[in-house]
């Protein structure tokens, strides 16, 4: 497989990245994390009830998104996420990968880099 970039994660990839906590000064356990497209055309939310986000320790979570599972094949681009309070309060967007969304990983190939998605 060759991708066009270190930042692309292919379709069957899994997606695993940490947050940490700034305020409040501990990740608290009913806190969540959306991650969406950049361009919002889809979305999913991480929680510790559904094992997609685990503590670490008092501060930091360990996310894991399945982007086949959680946002289907054809879905594709750069992914984002930000924390969501239980009241509603969301923090700043912080990039993560950009997702390949190819229908097999053995057959996504990406080339020279070129405007818009690259998969």
């Known amino acids: 497989m060759h991708l066009g970039s270190a930042d692309d994660l292919p379709v069957d990839g899994r997606l695993v990245f940490f947050v940490r906590s700034r305020e409040p000064a501990n990740f608290p356990r009913d806190e969540k994390v959306e991650v969406a ?3 919002g055309s889809f979305r999913t939310v991480l929680a510790l009830a559904d094992g997609s986000l685990m503590l670490e320790d008092a501060k ?14 054809s879905a594709f681009g750069p992914l984002r996420a930000r924390a969501l ?3 509603g309060v969301t ?8 997702w390949c969304g190819c229908p097999d990983s053995r057959s996504c190939i990406a080339h020279a880099p070129r405007p818009g998605p690259a998969c």
Not at 60 to 66: I, S
Not at 91 to 98: M, N, V
Request: hydrophobic share 45%; charged share 25%; net charge negative.
């Open 37 to 39: 497209a950049a361009d």
């Open 60 to 73: 930091t979570a360990l996310g894991v998104v399945e982007p086949l599972l959680r946002f289907g094949s």
């Open 85 to 87: 309070s239980p009241d």
């Open 91 to 98: 923090g700043d967007w912080l990039p993560l990968e950009r």
